[in-house]
């Protein structure tokens, strides 16, 4: 049973238009979350990240949002660029030295010019 | 500056041979770890070290070995490869407790015929 889950397995939005990529969890001892982006044939890159202890951390264009409560966590893209067409991924860990992630199967995210 | 260098970036093997996926960074990164990345599972870890001469299982370790004799390299062995094992393989590496972003490798697609 998959702990992270991403239920939309893909997402077109808008060029100039907000994505939204969505991220629930099961493990309510998880207690740091990362994005993650992949373009094809390449490794995944570190986006942005969140602890638990905050429910919003901003980096640019991304904007993570976290509801521990719901156990769910977004990535707002504002505004989208046809250059963030990619996979997202979710990760979590409750691993104090931040080893053990466990990522969700990712989101394929168009941006139509 | 080279980052994380996998080799090679692609295999076939047939069943019950065995190779070493290299994996290596120029980032004094404490931390290093391999992952399997397959349709529809996002990423699983396999094995991660967090330090010279310590490793430990991920979450989907059988058939897999690893080594870390140096803090640079920390090679995977496929000790009789099996379909199942027909994966592309990342490699990533972070400092270490503070920063969780990791920094990946451009991968190994390896297929077992």
């Known amino acids: 049973d998959q702990q992270v889950k991403q239920n939309s397995p893909s997402l077109s939005v808008q060029e100039g238009r907000i994505s939204i990529l969505n991220c629930d969890y099961t493990n309510s001892m998880f207690d740091y979350f990362l994005w993650y982006k992949k373009y094809p044939a390449e490794g995944p890159t570190f986006l942005i990240s969140i602890s638990s202890i905050k429910d919003k951390n901003e980096d640019g264009r991304f904007t993570v949002f976290l509801n521990k409560s719901a156990k769910h966590l977004s990535l707002h893209i504002v505004p989208s660029q046809p250059g963030d067409s990619a996979v997202y991924f979710c990760?979590?860990?409750?691993?104090?030295?931040?080893?053990?992630?466990?990522f969700g199967p990712g989101t394929r995210l168009s941006v139509l010019p | 500056n080279a980052g994380v260098t996998q080799t090679p970036k692609f295999q076939v093997l047939k069943t019950g041979q065995s190779m070493t996926l290299q994996c290596a960074q120029d980032?004094?990164?404490?931390?290093m770890s391999w992952y399997r990345q397959d349709p529809g599972m996002g990423l699983r870890l396999i094995h991660y070290s967090v330090g010279a001469g310590i490793t430990d299982q991920g979450e989907v370790p059988n058939g897999y070995n690893v080594s870390r004799s140096t803090t640079e390299d920390f090679p995977l062995r496929l000790l009789s490869a099996a379909p199942s094992q027909t994966s592309v393989y990342f490699c990533?590496?972070?400092?270490?407790?503070?920063?969780?972003?990791?920094?990946f490798g451009s991968g190994t697609r390896l297929t077992v015929v």
């Open positions: 990533a590496s972070s400092p270490g407790t503070g920063n969780y972003g990791y920094t």
């Open positions: 980032m004094n990164h404490e931390y």
């Open positions: 990760a979590a860990t409750e691993d104090n030295y931040g080893q053990n992630f466990v």
